[in-house]
């Protein structure tokens, strides 16, 4: 009986903003960095769909404010409550805005309006641009009126390249062919491929086999046929 491959998707471990592939995004990327850095207001919102990187964006960034010795709160906007800290000359990151409840928009809009007297920055995500957030009509205002940003995805061009990169960093040779083939067949945001790209080189060690279409076809029906748990 073949053995059953579990893809193992899962955010990828201590975002970085050096580790995140920017592709058409540099200047965003440039601008978190400066956010992260002390220093007076400033409201930045970044949207996009699930997995194109605005989580990993946001939690780099917070990473990079507590490496600059900024004070940081990092939210998810479906644990915000009525009252959001913020911290005097600090950075408050709210994710996925969208899921906020009647009283944190509330909250959220008085951070708005506290925000410059108290030196607080903003950094707010969400999947939608603002005209079309499902929020109170004020807040929504105060969110347009913020510097913002569509993640971009990456090309097709710029994922296989990257996918090449970090089966090169394994000692880990994939043809052109099988880059192609996960691009059409597997889920195509980049941590999907990644976790792929996972299975795929563990795939090949436990049956000693090189990485060949036939393989990542295998590995894949494999997957597809594994019970679904209720």
Not at 39 to 47: D, G
Not at 103 to 122: D, K, W
Not at 154 to 162: F, M, V, W, Y
Request: net charge neutral.
């Amino acid at each position: 009986m073949p053995q059953q491959l579990t893809l193992d998707i899962r955010p990828e471990q201590n975002p970085t903003l050096e580790n995140f592939i920017a592709g058409a995004n540099v200047e965003l990327v440039a601008r978190l960095r400066a956010l992260a850095q002390p220093k007076a207001y400033e409201a930045v919102y970044l949207w996009g769909p699930p997995g194109c990187g605005r989580s990993h964006l946001l939690r780099a960034t917070r990473a990079a404010a507590d490496a600059a010795g900024r004070r940081v709160v990092l939210v998810a906007g479906e644990e915000a409550g009525a009252e959001l800290p913020c911290p005097p000359d600090g950075l408050l990151i709210v994710d996925n805005v969208d899921r906020l409840d009647g009283a944190a928009q509330v909250a959220l809009f008085r951070a708005f309006n506290s925000a410059r007297l108290a030196g607080l920055a903003l950094l707010l995500s969400g999947t939608a641009p603002p005209l079309e957030l499902q929020l109170r009509e004020d807040l929504r205002t105060r969110i347009g009126q913020a510097i913002v940003y569509q993640v971009k995805p990456l090309s097709d061009e710029e994922k296989a390249a990257t996918l090449q990169s970090q089966a090169s960093q394994r000692g880990l040779r994939v043809d052109d062919e099988v880059i192609g083939y996960m691009l059409r067949h597997t889920p195509r945001d980049l941590p999907s491929l990644m976790a792929v790209l996972d299975e795929l080189d563990r795939a090949s060690l436990e049956r000693k086999r090189p990485v060949t279409v036939p393989l990542l076809k295998e590995m894949l029906n494999n997957f597809n046929r594994t019970p679904k748990s209720s």
